[in-house]
């Protein structure tokens, strides 16, 4: 049999077929341990690509090394979506395939087998509940996105308004949200004289921890002052900052791996080789052994956690609204745009880095470098639309602290207010040729409404006080945010950030392409 028909025979991906896959496609890495004898140590709400390209792939390290085998993490979906992931799972006996793709073009592939169940909690809440109040389960872990917290993005605090969060209050009501689900676990094992757990958010949110305390301690506490008093008390919510880019899963890429890799996976996860997991070690109940899987245990994670939020995560929304109405679709395409990689490059210079801690052991300006290089790598295939997509959990926390933090000290915000005005610009749902723009966020259709009157008041979309607060009162920031809202709508995307920098040598008192 000649090398291309054996990479045409293929297998469907579960525990029986990996026999078949080790034979035929050796290059392959496989999970090399027992997996019936793995125990549920974690359970993860919101898994994603995202989750399955860092902590499970950690986890699934750990197994191999032989140092795992009470840490195998449980899936659970709370959402009408994660029924697409309980499918894709329990077909394939909880493995999926990670495709690492590489700027050279060089593809690896390996499966992971360190998610041992998954559960989606509408068809049995009870089995959620008293899984996560097993005393096995040592922690409970997060992405569930930063809309997932429930709380005000000006103030931080919890916003229990929500019908579900409501429900879930309600005596006697049986848990819908992860709130609810995790409160009533804990509630439990305290009656039970169980150690709680820790809760280990993973989301992109600054002091997501902390924030994560805040929201649940006060959930608990609606539900019952004496089991929020213990939350605070003898729950611990570790910070955590996690880097990889991770795009959305495309028909291509399940091709590629069946192609490639004799492989049919119906959910496999694409990465780039990157990897970073910054984590305070704060495990009142025992962790696995990260650390010797790469995981950066440090007392504070917050100059990391910024370095990351307001380099990179607000830098991928620097190029997003830019590059797609510059008529780009793909983060490398935007990057290698001389005029947007130079724009990046001076957001982070210029504005972002000012507003960092300093970060141990980390060279920033290295890290920048290698930032704009991750964003041109063109294996990834990362999409504008998926950077663009849930812009107002994303703007507020990752770039609108620093625009805040740079006008208490008078630094410049030229390109901070740019990037706003191109969210603005791009939120009225037209791109520059006329055509739809499908806005995907959970406020998409007040965003668009007030958009769309911004020809008439410039300073409708700012004059939102659930996203920017009183940021529209700001004078300094008011004025650089209607230039470059002006400049886009007259004479559009691709012009306004070629003339920012060219105009960055100048100052911020220039005005765009003057």
Not at 402 to 428: K, P
């Amino acid at each position: 049999m000649t090398q291309q028909n054996q990479k045409t025979k293929t297998s469907p991906l579960s525990q029986s077929a990996l026999a078949k896959v080790a034979a035929s496609h050796p290059e392959v890495e496989l999970p090399g341990y027992d997996r019936a004898s793995v125990r549920a140590g974690i359970v993860h709400f919101g898994v994603g690509g995202f989750h399955r390209a860092h902590q499970a792939v950690v986890v699934d390290e750990l197994l191999k090394e032989g140092s795992g085998q009470e840490w195998g993490i449980v899936g659970v979906g709370v959402l009408p979506g994660d029924v697409a992931m309980r499918d894709a799972l329990s077909a394939q006996d909880g493995l999926y395939t990670l495709v690492r793709k590489h700027p050279d073009g060089r593809v690896d592939a390996r499966v992971i087998g360190s998610i041992i169940d998954y559960l989606f909690a509408p068809d049995d809440p009870e089995r959620v509940i008293e899984l996560l109040a097993d005393p096995g389960v040592r922690i409970v872990s997060l992405t569930i996105t930063e809309g997932g917290y429930s709380f005000d993005q000006v103030t931080g605090a919890f916003d229990s308004s929500t019908p579900a969060i409501q429900a879930d209050l309600a005596p006697g009501a049986v848990p819908q949200t992860v709130f609810g689900l995790v409160l009533e676990a804990l509630a439990r094992r305290r009656e039970r004289g169980i150690a709680p757990f820790t809760i280990m958010s993973c989301d992109n949110i600054q002091g997501n921890g902390d924030k994560a305390r805040t929201v649940f301690s006060a959930f608990a506490s609606l539900r019952d002052p004496e089991i929020g008093r213990w939350v605070i008390d003898q729950v611990a919510f570790p910070n955590s900052m996690v880097d990889r880019i991770t795009p959305v899963t495309t028909d291509e890429d399940r091709r590629l791996v069946e192609h490639e890799f004799g492989i049919t996976d119906r959910w496999p996860v694409v990465a780039e080789p990157f990897f970073q997991w910054v984590l305070e070690d704060r495990f009142p109940g025992g962790r696995p052994p990260y650390d010797t899987a790469g995981v950066q245990l440090v007392e504070d994670v917050e100059p990391y956690e910024l370095m990351k939020l307001r380099l990179l995560n607000a830098s991928h929304q620097g190029m997003a609204y830019f590059g797609y109405l510059s008529g780009h679709r793909y983060a490398h395409e935007a990057t290698a745009d001389p005029a947007i990689g130079s724009f990046l490059r001076d957001y982070m210079d210029q504005e972002a880095t000012p507003t960092l801690r300093p970060v141990p052991g980390v060279d920033l300006d290295a890290y920048k470098t290698t930032l704009i290089e991750r964003f041109a790598n063109p294996a990834i295939r990362d999409t504008l639309a998926r950077l663009c997509a849930e812009s107002s959990d994303r703007i507020p926390k990752w770039l609108l602290p620093v625009i805040r933090e740079q006008l208490r000290a008078g630094g410049d915000i030229r390109r901070s207010a740019a990037i706003v005005a191109s969210w603005a610009r791009y939120a009225e749902g037209v791109d520059e040729q006329g055509e739809p723009i499908y806005v995907v966020d959970r406020d998409a259709d007040e965003l668009v409404r007030i958009a769309r009157t911004q020809r008439e008041n410039p300073i409708a979309f700012i004059a939102n006080r659930k996203y920017f607060g009183d940021l529209a009162e700001d004078d300094r920031f008011r004025e650089v945010y209607l230039e470059a809202l002006e400049s886009l709508i007259e004479r559009g995307a691709a012009a306004t950030v070629r003339a920012l920098v060219e105009d960055g040598s100048r100052g911020e008192n220039a005005r765009i392409g003057d």
